[in-house]
């Protein structure tokens, strides 16, 4: 299902820029249809009969108890709520490509989204199906080495326990001055992940030059790593490093499920810078440096 989940993700994060609840099914010709909802009333993911759902839907408009219906079907993601729609028939598109199937089904309340969002679906699964000559994950990091960034610990509170969960992170990027936002890019196999896209509040730390060792141990997997880090509660109830370059707070905005990490936008309301000590770099796929002026003439910008 790797092509059906790539262009399903795709589809999923047009609708979260726009704000949009959408309802989105997917088949890749391999039998079996995906099927996904975000932002209404409730989240979950399926997976059931590709051509039943597709020939269903474009007979009439699927409704509730037909997809209900479906339920038994499903194996593995959250289980279908009792309210769930995914697909009608105006906007499934059927596609013939090397005698197999292309569908997709998507549910949005605006129809110029829903119908973004079909289009958008449609050329990820033309996309993927004909980039076989990408690079491995293991080539992409190796050159993607060769852009050297900052090493930031981002830091929230976990929903259950109430305590701070938080990693080792490289994938932050300053999106907004006015208003001033930053993307965090969080992977889903971190153990954190859940706490980051529910969270309100997350804090950034920018890691100095003698902070090397912090970063390995806080890219362990597990909130254990936090024990015997100084933190520091901040007002809105959260932590950050006590030591640290520069420290920000910021409040999420949005999330965007893209690929296997979940970009976190958030409006920074706090920024603090705490030292003038150089700060921790990383480059070269595992490697640790600092950052030094090559001479005191600055760049005007
Ligand atoms: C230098 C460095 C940069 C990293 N950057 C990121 C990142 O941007 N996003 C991410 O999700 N994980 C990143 N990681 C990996 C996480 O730190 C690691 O997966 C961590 O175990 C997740 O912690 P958790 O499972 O407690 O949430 C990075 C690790 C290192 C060492």
């Given at each position: 299902m790797n092509t059906a989940q790539a262009?399903?993700?795709?589809?999923?994060?047009?609708?979260?820029?726009?704000?949009?609840?959408?309802?989105?099914?997917?088949?890749?010709?391999?039998?079996?249809?995906?099927?996904?909802?975000?932002?209404?009333?409730?989240?979950?993911?399926?997976?059931?009969?590709?051509?039943?759902?597709?020939?269903?839907?474009?007979?009439?408009?699927?409704?509730?108890?037909?997809?209900?219906?479906?339920?038994?079907?499903?194996?593995?993601?959250?289980?279908?709520?009792?309210?769930a729609t995914v697909a009608r028939g105006t906007s499934l598109l059927i596609r013939q490509r090397d005698g197999a199937d292309f569908a997709v089904a998507a549910r949005a309340t605006s129809a110029d989204i829903e119908r973004a969002c079909a289009e958008r679906a449609v050329q990820m699964l033309d996309h993927v199906g004909t980039s076989k000559g990408r690079p491995a994950s293991a080539d992409l990091r190796q050159v993607m080495g060769s852009f050297v960034t900052g090493v930031i610990v981002a830091i929230a509170k976990d929903p259950v326990a109430q305590g701070p969960v938080g990693f080792t992170a490289t994938g932050l990027v300053s999106l907004s001055l006015e208003p001033p936002l930053v993307g965090l890019s969080v992977g889903h196999a971190?153990?954190?992940?859940?706490?980051?896209?529910?969270?309100?509040?997350?804090?950034?730390?920018?890691?100095?030059?003698?902070?090397?060792?912090?970063a390995i141990q806080l890219a362990r997997s597990g909130p254990e790593k936090f024990s015997g880090v100084d933190l520091i509660g901040t007002a809105q109830g959260g932590w950050r490093l006590h030591d640290a370059s520069a420290t920000f707070s910021a409040r999420t905005r949005n999330t965007l499920r893209t690929g296997d990490h979940t970009l976190i936008i958030g409006e920074v309301y706090e920024a603090r810078l705490l030292t003038e000590r150089p700060v921790l770099l990383f480059f070269g796929g595992g490697r640790f440096g600092k950052a030094e002026p090559r001479d005191t003439a600055a760049v005007a910008i």
């Open positions: 262009a399903l993700e795709s589809a999923l994060s047009l609708a979260t820029l726009h704000g949009e609840p959408i309802a989105i099914a997917i088949a890749d010709g391999s039998g079996r249809c995906l099927a996904s909802s975000r932002g209404g009333d409730a989240d979950w993911t399926f997976e059931t009969q590709a051509r039943a759902l597709a020939e269903t839907s474009a007979r009439t408009r699927q409704d509730s108890a037909t997809l209900r219906s479906r339920r038994a079907e499903s194996r593995g993601g959250t289980a279908v709520p009792e309210n971190a153990s954190s992940h859940p706490a980051f896209v529910q969270c309100t509040d997350f804090t950034v730390s920018v890691l100095h030059s003698g902070q090397s060792d912090l």
